[in-house]
Every structure is written in structure tokens, then in C-alpha cells.
């Protein structure tokens, strides 16, 4: 044990008593030294906000190395940073917070597919399907390039609005239609079954019309198939808490996914230590609360200007409010589940040759088509694989494969697999998509 609160005999026993009781507690074991690890004891993540501008401050690097087991790019992987022009995809940042996170051991949470801010200004002057189309091929491109390396993604950020009405905010996204936000979650799955996909929004940090907006929405897609996981409490707060903030998170997770505190900070005041415990008390006691992300690292690198509202100080000294978290985390709680990952259901192939399986994004007259291509019981140098499109469809564009038509060829880079390997290739059309399986031939 080190400096922590300490314990009577009796404490330890009656909660060795509990926990052993219910089988499902974990902690308080040896307290752990590093926000990481201690949250680690309970199946959980700590995490922090990343600039990939900043990673070559040693005391930067240093703490973000030592003390956070999870990165969120702050800025990196939105719409402006990755396709800055339509079509045109730029990683360079992404992939820096990306490797920072794979380097470290860490998990990597994708921050954010589609949001009403930080558009390219490209985007920002479209609308209608010409909006709807562009917005989920940027979806499937993002997170197609990361497929298989993102624990989770936030898909949709801040779609609900603000006051009392509970719902959606106004944006050019949102008047391509209500179903944007499935069709993007749709999109995602398509893209990198792997990943949590997570709607994440702020003033949801207790019971409240806007939080209830999103409850509703969540329950919706839970109801109808629609794919997501998890939500994102982003809990940018004051001085205080909500006194619901867990009964709050305790609701979603009844509705059958994951929680997360994604982008929490806390206005420094006398009460900034005790808040910051209150929200990692919150998280721990719901099962289904993965993990805690703070925005940022030092006050100095925070978004909130001159109210230092994280967890180390502008030389990187740890604050009052660290020590309450790292306290709070090693006090133990609740264990999550162990769910597998969301998984593709792609069959594995018989015989020699290839299959191909195509998943649909659809939306009035358009689609986007991810398809799947797994050799057979022999490796292939090339594929080609014919897709039957309705009458009064056409192929748009196309990634990863050339065409002819609906007829799709490798590219250079994706022919040669293994036996048994799969590679994807997608496009976008107008009309209606396939309906039935695709055809795969070897060469
Ligand atoms: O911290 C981010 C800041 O550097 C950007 O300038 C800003 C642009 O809008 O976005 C900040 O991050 C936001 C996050 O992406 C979504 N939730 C609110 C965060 C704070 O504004």
C-alpha cells in the first residue's frame, strides 16, 4: 500500500466480505501508482485528449506515457483534418496520435466521424444528398483506414440541441434528413465491425431534457437494429455535479451499451478535486462505464483557457484533483462486463476461388457498398468480383478495386491474400444497391 486513505482491519474484511458476495467487485487490491493502472484493476481505461503538436514536449510525452492507458485525438481525426478536400484524405496527424496510442499499449478512441463543427469548408457548403452522400463516404473512408485499431469510435458528436426541447440541433447535417445519424452508425459498422460506435454529446451530465432526447434516440436504435454500443458523456463541468450524473449512466447502460466520461474537465475552484472524484466514483460504480477520458493533459494544453481544469498543473506537477481520482479509482468498483467486440459475420470460405459479401448503406437515391473479399483454401494474386445492380443504378466512384461497370478488379496493393485473408474494396451509387450476394472469382 502506499499513501492512501488509510483502512481499519474491520473496513478491509467487511469489503473482502462484500466483494467476495457479490463476485463482482474488484478492489481495493495493492493501490495502484498511475491513473492507467489503477483503472486497469477494474477492467477499466484512463485516458486523455492528445495534440499531435505537442508530442514532442518530453514532459508532455512523459505524463501522457506513464499515467493514460486510452488517446482521443483532440483535433486530428475530424472531418476538417482528414479530408480537408472533397475526396482527398490526409492521416498524417491521425496516424501520429494513432501510432503515440499503439506505441504506449494504449487504446485508441476515434474522435469524431461527423460533427456540425469543424466541417471542411467544402462540406460546409453542400447540402441534400450531395451533403448526405459526401458525409458517409467519409465515414466509411475514416474508418476504413483505421478499421481493426480504434476501440471506439465516436460516429456522431453534439446532434442534439441545447435547452429544453430534448431535440435535434440544427445543422446542415441534420437537414439532409433525421436519419443521418443511423445511416452514419450504419456506415461505421460496415467500415470497422470492431469498433465501439458511440454517440457523444455535453449537458448530459445528469437527467435532463437533452439527455433524455438522446436516451430515447438510443433506445430507438436499440429497438430497430440500428448498430451502436456505446454513449459518450463528454462532461465538460462547473463546480459542481448533478446529484443523477450515475443514476444518469446507469440508465443508458440498462439500454444495453457502454458508457464513457469522453472528454472530462472541471473548472478549478475549491470544489475541483471533490468533482473530479465524484465523476470517477460515478463511472466505477456503473458496470457498464468503461472508461474516463480527460481534455487534455496540463491546464496549459486545455481548450478552457485560464480555468485549469485538469488534472496537472502548467509544469506537469500532479494536482490536488489527481491524487482525489487515483484514490478514488483504486477504492474499487463494479467490474464491466467482458463482451466481446462487435463481429463481423462474414462466413468462412470453402473450397479454392474466393466469396464476397457486400454490406449496404442506403439512403432515397443512393448507397454506399463495402464488400468483403475472402480467399478460399488457396492464396489468390487477384480477384474480380461482378456485383447485380437493379435497373437505374450506376457506380459513382469506387475505393480500393477498379471497375468496369459492375464488374470490380483488385488494385495493385490488395490482389495477392492468403488463403483464407480478406480484403475490402467499396463504392458508392445512385439508385438502389445490390440486393443479392456478389460473385468472386480468383484472377
Ligand atoms: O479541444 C478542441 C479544441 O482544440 C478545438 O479548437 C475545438 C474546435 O471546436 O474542439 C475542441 O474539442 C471539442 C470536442 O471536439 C467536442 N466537444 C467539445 C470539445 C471542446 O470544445
Same mark, same amino acid.
Given at each position: 500500500?502506499?499513501?492512501?486513505?488509510?483502512?481499519?482491519?474491520?473496513?478491509?474484511?467487511?469489503?473482502?466480505?462484500?466483494?467476495?458476495?457479490?463476485?463482482?467487485?474488484?478492489?481495493?487490491?495493492?493501490?495502484?501508482?498511475?491513473?492507467?493502472?489503477?483503472?486497469?484493476?477494474?477492467?477499466?481505461?484512463?485516458?486523455?485528449?492528445?495534440?499531435?503538436?505537442? %508530442?514532442?514536449?518530453?514532459?508532455?510525452?512523459?505524463?501522457?506515457?506513464?499515467?493514460?492507458?486510452?488517446?482521443?485525438?483532440?483535433?486530428?481525426?475530424?472531418?476538417?483534418?482528414?479530408?480537408?478536400?472533397?475526396?482527398?484524405?490526409?492521416?498524417?496527424?491521425?496516424?501520429?496520435?494513432?501510432?503515440?496510442?499503439?506505441?504506449?499499449?494504449?487504446?485508441?478512441?476515434?474522435?469524431?466521424?461527423?460533427?456540425?463543427?469543424?466541417?471542411?469548408?467544402?462540406?460546409?457548403? %453542400?447540402?441534400?444528398?450531395?451533403?448526405?452522400?459526401?458525409?458517409?463516404?467519409?465515414?466509411?473512408?475514416?474508418?476504413?483506414?483505421?478499421?481493426?485499431?480504434?476501440?471506439?469510435?465516436?460516429?456522431?458528436?453534439?446532434?442534439?440541441?441545447?435547452?429544453?426541447?430534448?431535440?435535434?440541433?440544427?445543422?446542415?447535417?441534420?437537414?439532409?434528413?433525421?436519419?443521418?445519424?443511423?445511416?452514419?452508425?450504419?456506415?461505421?459498422?460496415?467500415?470497422?465491425?470492431?469498433?465501439?460506435?458511440?454517440?457523444?454529446?455535453?449537458?448530459?451530465?445528469?437527467?435532463?431534457?437533452?439527455?433524455?432526447?438522446?436516451?430515447?434516440?438510443?433506445?430507438?436504435?436499440?429497438?430497430?437494429?440500428?448498430?451502436?454500443?456505446?454513449?459518450?458523456?463528454?462532461?465538460?463541468?462547473?463546480?459542481?455535479?448533478?446529484?443523477?450524473?450515475?443514476?444518469?449512466?446507469?440508465?443508458?447502460?440498462?439500454?444495453?451499451?457502454?458508457?464513457?466520461?469522453?472528454?472530462?474537465?472541471?473548472?478549478?475552484?475549491?470544489?475541483?478535486?471533490?468533482?473530479?472524484?465524484?465523476?470517477?466514483?460515478?463511472?466505477?460504480?456503473?458496470?457498464?462505464?468503461?472508461?474516463?477520458?480527460?481534455?487534455?493533459?496540463?491546464?496549459?494544453?486545455?481548450?478552457?483557457?485560464?480555468?485549469?481544469?485538469?488534472?496537472?498543473?502548467?509544469?506537469?506537477?500532479?494536482?490536488?484533483?489527481?491524487?482525489?481520482?487515483?484514490?478514488?479509482?483504486?477504492?474499487?468498483?463494479?467490474?464491466?462486463?467482458?463482451?466481446?467486440?462487435?463481429?463481423?459475420?462474414?462466413?468462412?470460405?470453402?473450397?479454392?476461388?474466393?466469396?464476397?459479401?457486400?454490406?449496404?448503406?442506403?439512403?432515397?437515391?443512393?448507397?454506399?457498398?463495402?464488400?468483403?473479399?475472402?480467399?478460399?483454401?488457396?492464396?489468390?494474386?487477384?480477384?474480380?468480383?461482378?456485383?447485380?445492380?437493379?435497373?437505374?443504378?450506376?457506380?459513382?466512384?469506387?475505393?480500393?478495386?477498379?471497375?468496369?461497370?459492375?464488374?470490380?478488379?483488385?488494385?495493385?496493393?490488395?490482389?495477392?491474400?492468403?488463403?483464407?485473408?480478406?480484403?475490402?474494396?467499396?463504392?458508392?451509387?445512385?439508385?438502389?444497391?445490390?440486393?443479392?450476394?456478389?460473385?468472386?472469382?480468383?484472377?
Amino acid at each position: 500500500m502506499n499513501g492512501n486513505a488509510p483502512r481499519t482491519v474491520l473496513g478491509a474484511l467487511l469489503a473482502g466480505a462484500v466483494a467476495a458476495a457479490v463476485g463482482m467487485l474488484a478492489g481495493p487490491a495493492d493501490a495502484a501508482t498511475t491513473l492507467g493502472a489503477s483503472a486497469a484493476q477494474t477492467g477499466r481505461y484512463f485516458g486523455a485528449a492528445i495534440a499531435a503538436g505537442r %508530442l514532442g514536449d518530453a514532459t508532455y510525452t512523459r505524463i501522457l506515457s506513464t499515467e493514460f492507458n486510452s488517446v482521443t485525438p483532440e483535433n486530428e481525426m475530424k472531418w476538417d483534418a482528414t479530408e480537408p478536400s472533397q475526396g482527398r484524405f490526409t492521416y498524417t496527424n491521425g496516424d501520429r496520435i494513432l501510432n503515440q496510442g499503439l506505441a504506449q499499449g494504449a487504446k485508441v478512441r476515434g474522435h469524431a466521424l461527423l460533427w456540425h463543427q469543424q466541417q471542411p469548408s467544402w462540406a460546409q457548403s %453542400l447540402s441534400g444528398s450531395a451533403l448526405r452522400s459526401a458525409a458517409i463516404n467519409h465515414v466509411t473512408q475514416v474508418a476504413t483506414h483505421y478499421r481493426g485499431q480504434i476501440y471506439a469510435w465516436d460516429v456522431v458528436n453534439e446532434a442534439f440541441a441545447d435547452g429544453g426541447s430534448g431535440g435535434r440541433r440544427d445543422s446542415n447535417l441534420q437537414r439532409t434528413g433525421n436519419d443521418w445519424i443511423e445511416a452514419a452508425f450504419r456506415a461505421a459498422r460496415a467500415a470497422d465491425p470492431a469498433a465501439k460506435l458511440c454517440y457523444n454529446d455535453y449537458n448530459t451530465d445528469g437527467i435532463n431534457a437533452k439527455s433524455t432526447g438522446i436516451y430515447t434516440m438510443v433506445r430507438d436504435f436499440k429497438s430497430r437494429g440500428v448498430p451502436i454500443d456505446c454513449v459518450g458523456f463528454q462532461s465538460h463541468l462547473g463546480t459542481s455535479i448533478s446529484g443523477d450524473y450515475q443514476a444518469n449512466l446507469q440508465r443508458f447502460a440498462d439500454l444495453g451499451v457502454d458508457v464513457q466520461i469522453t472528454e472530462l474537465d472541471v473548472a478549478q475552484g475549491g470544489n475541483q478535486a471533490n468533482v473530479y472524484a465524484a465523476v470517477t466514483r460515478a463511472c466505477l460504480a456503473v458496470s457498464r462505464c468503461t472508461g474516463i477520458t480527460v481534455w487534455g493533459i496540463r491546464d496549459s494544453d486545455s481548450w478552457r483557457t485560464g480555468e485549469n481544469p485538469l488534472l496537472f498543473d502548467n509544469s506537469g506537477t500532479k494536482k490536488a484533483a489527481y491524487t482525489s481520482v487515483l484514490n478514488a479509482l483504486n477504492a474499487g468498483g463494479s467490474t464491466p462486463p467482458s463482451d466481446p467486440p462487435p463481429s463481423s459475420t462474414t462466413p468462412p470460405p470453402s473450397g479454392a476461388g474466393c466469396t464476397a459479401t457486400v454490406s449496404l448503406n442506403s439512403w432515397t437515391g443512393g448507397y454506399v457498398a463495402t464488400v468483403r473479399v475472402t480467399a478460399g483454401s488457396s492464396a489468390l494474386t487477384g480477384w474480380t468480383v461482378t456485383v447485380a445492380l437493379p435497373s437505374g443504378s450506376a457506380v459513382t466512384s469506387t475505393w480500393s478495386a477498379t471497375n468496369s461497370g459492375n464488374t470490380f478488379r483488385n488494385a495493385d496493393y490488395n490482389g495477392q491474400l492468403a488463403a483464407g485473408a480478406s480484403t475490402e474494396f467499396g463504392f458508392q451509387g445512385t439508385g438502389t444497391g445490390p440486393a443479392a450476394a456478389p460473385t468472386c472469382q480468383a484472377g
